[in-house]
Every structure is written in structure tokens, then in C-alpha cells.
């Protein structure tokens, strides 16, 4: 378990070299970014804030582009500062997202067939819980 520094990066050198052992499976030598030519994506849908067990997400539209403000609110003595992050598209519901000096990451949103919509990032899952202004719980 790793709880802090470049986890993904850790990560992915454990994942590569137990895939290809255990399953013979590889990964693409390929790092994560925005693609070249970002597709047109409708973006009103993952407006809203999401909220997770220590985590809110915030989840804005400025000109056009979604912005992430990932802020942490209890768990620690002092919280690291919210990140601001702005989102670009690489497909319908993933995008690529990075604070400044960090790597791009997926920022994966998905609706369940219950209708209820999820945000995931770095493989932690939070429900939308406003919509249009008012709660979803």
C-alpha cells in the first residue's frame, strides 16, 4: 500500500511486471495526457459536486471546459491545500486532468444504471450529490 508521493507511477512499474508475470499480459509503454485533438463532449451533466469520505469535489464550467477543485476536509491535522485542476477531454466521460507540477491523470466519470453519476480518481469513487442545486441523497 502506498498512501503518498508518485503512487501511480509505483503503481504502474507493480502492475506492469504482475500482469506480464502472472498473465502474460502487457501494458502499453504509453504515459496519460490530453489528446491532440480533444473530441466535442457534452459537459453539463458531470457539473455538480461529488463527495467521498474525507473528499469534495467540485466540479465547475468555464468557457466551455470543465474545472475540478478537489479540496480535503477531514482526516488530517492540516488538509493540503485544494487543487485546481482543468479537465480535457479525451473521450465522452474521460478526461485528463493535472494541478500544476503534477502528472496528468484520468478523471473518469460514469452513470450508473440507477442514474446516479460517479467521479473517479486515482481509483476512489465519489457519488454526485447536487444536482442543479439541490441534493441528490
Known sequence: ???GGNTDLLQSVLFRELFEE??????PDTVFEPVPQPP?????PFVGVYKR????????????????LYEIFEGRQAPSPPMEIALSPVSET????????????PVVF??????????YIGMRAAPKI???????L
Open 1 to 3: 500500500m502506498a498512501n
Open 22 to 27: 502472472l498473465a502474460g499480459a502487457r501494458i
Open 40 to 44: 466535442m463532449v457534452e459537459i453539463k
Open 53 to 68: 469520505q474525507g473528499v469534495v469535489m467540485t466540479v465547475t464550467e468555464r468557457n466551455g471546459m470543465l474545472h475540478l
Open 94 to 105: 474521460v478526461f485528463a486532468g493535472a494541478s500544476i507540477g503534477q502528472d496528468w491523470i
Open 110 to 119: 460514469s452513470t450508473l444504471t440507477d442514474g446516479s453519476v460517479y467521479c
Open 130 to 136: 447536487v444536482l442543479s442545486g439541490k441534493s441528490a
